[in-house]
């Protein structure tokens, strides 16, 4: 069954930090682009950043840059989002996506961030 799966969402203060974690299972990331995307209430979905697989290569949204760092393991066909220097405006609903060309994306479930004193 293919899945992903994204965890280490929570509650944070402001200038705190984060990491994120999205497993996939019954398939391999090998091939693939993989992003986290955010949603928060009432605004629409953001990509925040992208890895390519095997290359590596990364994008961010520049609301993001300098502040979150995205990485994968390969081993555990996983892929990480570290947040430091969280803003209140980071606060929303942290989704997982594979993607390659000409196939239907994955995505994961999502995963609750909320930056607030």
């Known amino acids: 069954q293919v899945q992903l799966v994204e965890s280490g969402g929570g509650l944070v203060q402001p200038g705190g930090s984060l990491r994120l974690s999205c497993a996939a299972s019954g398939f391999s990331f090998l091939g693939y682009a993989v992003s986290w995307y955010r949603q928060a209430p009432g605004k629409e979905r953001e990509l925040v950043a992208t890895?390519?697989?095997?290359?590596?290569?990364?994008r961010y949204a520049d609301s993001v840059k300098g502040r979150f760092t995205i990485s994968r393991d390969n081993f555990k066909n996983a892929v990480y989002l570290q947040m430091n220097s969280l803003k209140t405006e980071d606060t929303a609903v942290y989704s997982c996506?594979?993607?390659?060309?000409?196939?239907?994306?994955?995505w994961g479930q999502g995963t609750q961030v909320t930056v607030s004193s």
């Open positions: 890895i390519g697989i095997p290359s590596g290569s990364t």
């Open positions: 996506n594979a993607a390659r060309p000409l196939r239907a994306p994955y």
